[in-house]
């Protein structure tokens, strides 16, 4: 298994600001994901990071507002640009063994006001 | 797109077995099915896998049947720590593909 960590655990922002989460993995992953979860709602993903080259985004996901940096194959960071209250989320990291299981961090908790 | 199709909510007694259906009709040969588990303010736990033949570990059981269009997980003794929202998931165990949430089963354990 793998266990990742997310920080900040959670944070409060002001509005039009930028905030980085970076996340840690214990253990060598193929392959590294970041996802969103609006309040009350299910998990949307983000954008697959890949290491040492441009992150792949997803439909309605673009990297000047989402830019994703993985410098190696245990961390990644999301930067979520130019904030508004629409961005308040929680935001999850996930890594994926080889090409099975994946495995979520705790997620950060984004209040922007 | 979702490929699966979960109860929005369910409840289960304390002590007693949950078990979570998942339907899956459209199903691939290389598709895998995967459960995932969300409690409250934390991030998802995987749980089980599996292609076609039944699973268990430590957490759960994972019964697919033959046809592999449908599935259930099987909580043998659900306590009040189980409440939380499943995710029924499948995706091939192999390559770049993505795992893609759909809504799941809100399950709450009554004491």
């Known amino acids: 298994s793998a266990v990742i960590s997310q920080k900040p655990s959670r944070d409060i922002c002001q509005r039009g600001t930028s905030l980085t989460i970076q996340c840690q993995v214990d253990?060598?992953?193929?392959?590294m994901f970041w996802y969103r979860q609006q309040p009350g709602q299910s998990l949307t993903l983000i954008a697959t990071?890949?290491?040492?080259?441009?992150?792949?985004?997803e439909s309605g996901f673009v990297i000047d507002k989402f830019p994703i940096s993985r410098p190696n194959l245990t961390f990644s960071t999301l930067t979520v640009s130019n904030m508004s209250p629409e961005d308040s989320s929680i935001y999850l990291c996930?890594?994926?063994?080889?090409?099975?299981?994946?495995?979520f961090g705790p997620g950060t908790r984004l209040t922007v006001l | 797109d979702a490929k699966t199709t979960q109860p929005p909510s369910m409840d289960c007694a304390e002590g007693r077995a949950a078990n979570l259906p998942c339907n899956h009709s459209?199903?691939?040969?290389?598709?895998?099915v995967y459960w995932y588990r969300q409690i409250h303010s934390q991030g998802p736990q995987y749980i089980i896998h599996?292609?076609?033949n039944n699973e268990t570990n430590e957490m759960a059981s994972l019964i697919i049947t033959e046809d592999r269009k449908s599935s259930t997980l099987i909580l043998p003794h659900a306590t009040l720590r189980d409440t939380a929202v499943y995710y029924c998931?499948?995706?091939?165990?192999?390559?770049?593909?993505?795992?893609?949430f759909g809504t799941g089963t809100r399950l709450t354990i009554i004491p």
């Open positions: 996930s890594g994926r063994l080889g090409g099975d299981t994946q495995y």
């Open positions: 253990s060598q992953v193929t392959m």
């Open positions: 990071a890949n290491q040492g080259s441009e992150a792949t985004y």
């Open positions: 459209t199903i691939s040969g290389n598709e895998y």
């Open positions: 599996g292609l076609k």
């Open positions: 998931i499948v995706r091939p165990n192999f390559g770049n593909e993505k795992l893609t």
